[in-house]
């Protein structure tokens, strides 16, 4: 597999659960909780990091594979994140707070409005699954795994390919 398939590859999969995350939020209603908005970050970074790879070649392979590994690893960021938020929705371990902060000059009653109005989702309601397992589940599978093999991939001696 050449070092452009590989960014390319980079590039898509995580773009591919990003939209994925944002169709469950937009077209199926589902809204993101603050664990689930962490872990959409590094698949931007990811995808981001890997364009630049794209773009370094066939000038600069050095710069094109560290991106790669980078990509790779922000990739496993994301994963990390979700096996996390899979331990919360399990009740294996507390998540964050779902606190938000709130104007302290607000009278009592625009105060309660504020709160009683504030939409919160908890880290640790699972809205879908599917086989048994949320999306955090396959967040952790699917990006672990793909960090995990472009890691093996881009890392193997070049003799290989």
């Given at each position: 597999m050449t070092l452009r398939t590989l960014l390319f590859g980079a590039i898509l999969i995580p773009l591919a659960l990003l939209l994925g995350a944002l169709g469950f939020q937009v077209l199926?209603?589902?809204?993101p909780c603050e664990l689930c908005v962490y872990q959409r970050w590094p698949h931007a970074i990811a995808a981001g990091l890997a364009l630049l790879g794209v773009l370094?070649?066939?000038?600069?392979?050095?710069?094109?594979?560290?991106?790669?590994v980078l990509s790779a690893l922000a990739m496993g960021t994301s994963g990390g994140i979700a096996v996390f938020h899979s331990g919360v929705e399990?009740?294996?371990?507390?998540?964050?707070?779902?606190?938000?902060?709130?104007d302290p000059s607000l009278s009592p009653e625009d105060y309660l409005k504020q709160i009683t109005e504030a939409a919160v989702v908890n880290c640790s309601d699972i809205p879908w699954s599917l086989f048994g397992l949320s999306m955090a589940n396959y967040n952790a599978l699917i990006s672990i795994g793909v960090s995990l093999g472009l890691l093996t991939l881009v890392l193997r001696p070049s003799h290989s390919r």
């Open positions: 199926g209603g589902l809204a370094a070649l066939p000038r600069n392979q050095g710069l094109a594979k560290g991106s790669l399990r009740k294996w371990w507390p998540g964050p707070g779902c606190a938000a902060s709130v």
